[in-house]
């Protein structure tokens, strides 16, 4: 939490990924969002990947798309990879992707 405080991004993703999973602590999928938001607006690709994951479980995929094009874009290759297949599934566009 220390290190989340003084602004390190992958601390922020790491808590997201403890508190949204609820791993040790009592699940609160708010707040593990909040911390992948501020390490995703900081320019953390994993942390941007990961609320792709959560948009694309809600069935927001124009969002979910959004978030994995930056998180590919910074070069995140798993992100890339869902990207393709969102494309496949119907679920993003040839001008999304391209």
Known sequence: TEAAELGLLAAHN???VVYYNGIGVEEDKPRGIRHWKQAAIKGHSLSRHNLGCVEHQKGN??????????SAKMGHERSLNFIKEMFKEGHATKAQYA
Request: hydrophobic share 45%.
């Open 14 to 16: 790491q808590l997201g």
């Open 61 to 70: 995929y124009q969002i979910a798309v959004q978030h994995r094009m930056i």
